[in-house]
């Protein structure tokens, strides 16, 4: 029999249901991959995982199947409120009880009796695209073993525990790329869901505006899966990629591309057309002007520095110099500038979101450079730049109101992972898994998933 943790999530699940394979067996199969020195994780817990996988094998053993993620390993971002567990949100020291209270996500995983494995390690307030925290040492890349390369962010851990196998499924948040950021440059898949459409209580807040939850996945069939589990929407099958729309984007999302980043996308959309997709190339009203927005500091830095002078102010002292520099830039943001950049996002999304009723998905690279290394990032305008070109194809989604998925598509000169983005209007996630489980098998003989630098 085939080691389970290698399979799809499908088969696993029936596999548990069926009790051909227990709960308690296959957390403690994840258990015995866990690397330390990868430091995945804030908060790692076994014995809180063993209690849950029991419980989930006596469900089974009553006949009872809750649902799909019963007795599956998973992670959860350390700004996850879990009853039971500590929670930092990447901070020096433990925030206030309350913030371990369960909002809607947690409480569907845990009435699922999905498994926690652990808390992953996140960027301070999850305000960063490099998986870069002063306060705890950073999470290391697992496709690079020799060189420490950001794990991207600012779940920064995320795609580190599915790397490591400790966990099957990985749960962060995304305001501005930081699921889609970590799962490309760590070789996974990774969904970006739409604003509201999944809730963010018991979550602790960056944006309020453009926060929303997420999750990685070691392949679009489980973030399809998954999807299914926690939504509830279907996700269509596509017996292949006949008659889909893929539009390319503009310059913008290309421009200063790494050696072999665009080069795989191409491949790939090459490969979807002579599958049967069609091809035609898409300018996204908004693109350049959001970023621009965001560079100059925006809403996204005011309304963190609301939340904490608000609820955390003894926390604002110890905040880690390079997240300070980005919430100040947006604290100085006068009430009416903040006002119009919201009516502006707004204006800019519906125009977008109508752009897009004309493609299944419009296609770019998720992260336009290679995973750095961390020792390379040395001072305060290195973190900034290559920060902003980390998140610079995937903070427009956000800012537009939109939703997407990445998934790998091959190797960068670098030999580190490529994702690519396909962006829908809002809503369509359903939609836009379909086409990434296609291009999946597509791509399958390339064997992305285990590619690794040399």
Not at 87 to 111: H, K, N, S
Not at 344 to 364: E, I
């Amino acid at each position: 029999m085939s080691d389970p943790l290698d399979q799809p999530l499908a088969a696993i699940s029936l596999q548990l249901a069926e009790e051909r394979i227990k709960a308690r067996a296959l957390v403690e199969a994840a258990q015995a991959l866990h690397d330390p020195s990868l430091n995945a994780y804030k908060a790692w817990t076994p014995d809180f995982a063993r209690r849950q996988a029991a419980a989930a094998d006596a469900a089974f053993a009553a006949g009872i199947r809750l649902d799909a993620l019963q007795g599956i390993p998973i992670s959860l971002k350390d700004i996850y409120g879990v009853e039971g567990l500590p929670i930092f949100a990447g901070t020096p020291r433990e925030l206030p009880d309350r913030w371990r209270q369960e909002g809607t996500v947690v409480r569907t995983l845990r009435r699922q009796l999905a498994v926690i494995m652990g808390k992953s390690h996140t960027v301070e307030f999850a305000f960063g695209a490099l998986g870069i925290n002063a306060h705890w040492p950073v999470p290391r890349n697992p496709r690079d073993r020799k060189i420490h390369r950001s794990p991207g962010g600012s779940s920064s851990g995320a795609g580190v525990t599915l790397g490591e196998g400790t966990a099957l499924v990985a749960f962060g948040t995304d305001t501005g790329g930081s699921v889609r950021i970590p799962a490309s440059v760590t070789g996974m898949v990774g969904l970006k869901t739409t604003k509201g459409r999944w809730p963010t209580d018991g979550i602790v807040p960056l944006s309020p505006t453009f926060d929303t939850p997420g999750v990685l996945t070691r392949s679009a069939a489980d973030a399809a899966f998954v999807f299914e589990s926690i939504d509830g929407e279907t996700v269509p099958p596509l017996a292949d990629l006949v008659g889909i729309k893929l539009a390319a984007a503009e310059p913008f999302f290309w421009e200063g591309t790494d050696p072999g980043i665009a080069e795989r996308i191409e491949e790939a959309l090459r490969l979807a057309e002579a599958a049967g997709a069609s091809r035609f190339d898409l300018p996204l009203v908004g693109s350049a002007e959001v970023y621009e927005l965001y560079h100059r500091g925006g809403i996204v830095s005011a309304e963190l520095y609301g939340f904490l002078r608000h609820d955390l102010p003894d926390w604002i002292a110890t905040l880690d110099r390079r997240v300070r520099q980005r919430m100040e830039a947006g604290a100085a943001l006068p009430a009416w500038d903040y006002l119009q950049r919201k009516d502006r996002y707004t204006a800019l999304g519906a125009a977008a979101a109508a752009a897009l009723q004309d493609a299944d998905a419009l296609v770019c690279p998720t992260v336009p450079i290679s995973p750095p290394p961390i020792a390379e990032i040395v001072d305060d305008e290195t973190y900034l730049r290559i920060n902003l070109r980390m998140l610079r194809n995937t903070c427009v989604a956000n800012f537009l109101g939109l939703c997407a998925v990445t998934l790998p598509v091959g190797s960068d000169n670098s030999g580190m992972p490529v994702g690519m983005q396909l962006i829908g209007p809002p809503r369509s996630e359903a939609r836009l898994l379909a086409i990434a489980v296609a291009f999946e098998r597509l791509l399958k003989a390339k064997d992305v998933w285990s590619s690794t630098a040399s």
